[in-house]
């Protein structure tokens, strides 16, 4: 993604956490407080930047009524900015357009319309298209089922780093849809996805570990895997989690093992979630 003048996908990172909307009670201190106050200011930014023509301005603009997160949530104004610069083909306004009509957010639901959108960004090379059509291809949803036409699109977004790509890859890799099955490929891109921490790929790539499917079988590894996957998915430890089963075949001190090697990873990768997958 090309830089703007304005990094409204940054700032979703800094705002993101406190609401929009303001009780009456709150209201006469909504004028003073510092968050507010600079979200106005981004608004008015944008606003003036779409009147004097700037197409990436009108497409953050768009999306920020979109989400609500810095702008009002309002799907008519967010329809209005994302089909002007959509005409003007910009990939991510048309990615956000076939996010709408897939969902049907301000617009009747409608998949034919909302695969035309994406199927323009992603020719143009925007990952979050191409990751959409490859996910879409693959469940058959909105389209005929393809698994060809799956892999090409989740290969082109993985390529540029799309981390649900990478484990839809790993997914396709694993169970043999449209390719030859192939544990060790699955692995690879499970583990390029779990390192960016997609919950998902983390358990797919310890359940690899625990079989031994495509890497070495390494309980410890699969521990590690199952315990940072659950942290992203704020889980206790419940009787149906794969770490009980697996602590019956750990001894204690490779199970306190395993629980540190999650720890330490968990303390370096951690990140803030990033916003641009709102898209998604």
Not at 108 to 126: D, L, P, R, V
Not at 148 to 167: E, M, N, P, T
Not at 214 to 226: F, L, N, Q, S
Request: charged share 20%.
């Amino acid at each position: 993604m090309k830089t703007r003048s304005i990094c409204l996908f940054c700032l979703y990172l800094l705002f993101a956490t406190t609401p929009l909307t303001l009780c009456a009670k709150e209201a006469a201190d909504a004028t003073e407080d510092p968050v507010v106050i600079e979200r106005q200011k981004i608004v008015r930014a944008l606003q003036q930047q779409t009147q004097a023509g700037n197409i990436k301005a009108q497409t953050d603009l768009g999306i920020a009524h979109l989400f609500g997160k810095v702008a009002e949530l309002n799907y008519e104004l967010a329809l209005h900015f994302l089909s002007a610069s959509a005409e003007k083909n910009d990939p991510i306004a048309q990615t956000a357009l076939g996010h709408m009509y897939s969902l049907g957010l301000g617009v009747k639901q409608n998949s034919a319309t909302s695969i035309a959108w994406y199927e323009k960004a992603a020719n143009q090379g925007h990952p979050i298209a191409q990751s959409k059509l490859g996910f879409l291809y693959k469940q058959g949803k909105g389209v005929t089922q393809d698994y060809d036409k799956a892999l090409k699109w989740l290969r082109k977004a993985a390529d540029h780093g799309d981390v649900y790509a990478q484990a839809n890859l790993g997914l396709m890799y694993e169970k043999g849809l449209g390719t030859p099955q192939d544990y060790a490929e699955a692995a690879r891109w499970y583990l390029i996805a779990a390192e960016q921490n997609h919950s998902n790929a983390q358990q797919q790539l310890a359940s690899l570990y625990e079989k031994g499917l495509g890497v070495e079988k390494d309980y410890k590894k699969a521990y590690m895997w199952y315990s940072i996957s659950a942290v992203w998915e704020d889980q206790a430890l419940m009787t149906d989690d794969p770490r009980v089963r697996l602590s019956t075949l750990m001894k204690q001190q490779e199970i306190d093992a395993a629980t540190e090697m999650a720890t330490e990873y968990w303390m370096k990768h951690y990140k803030v979630a990033d916003e641009t997958q709102d898209l998604h």
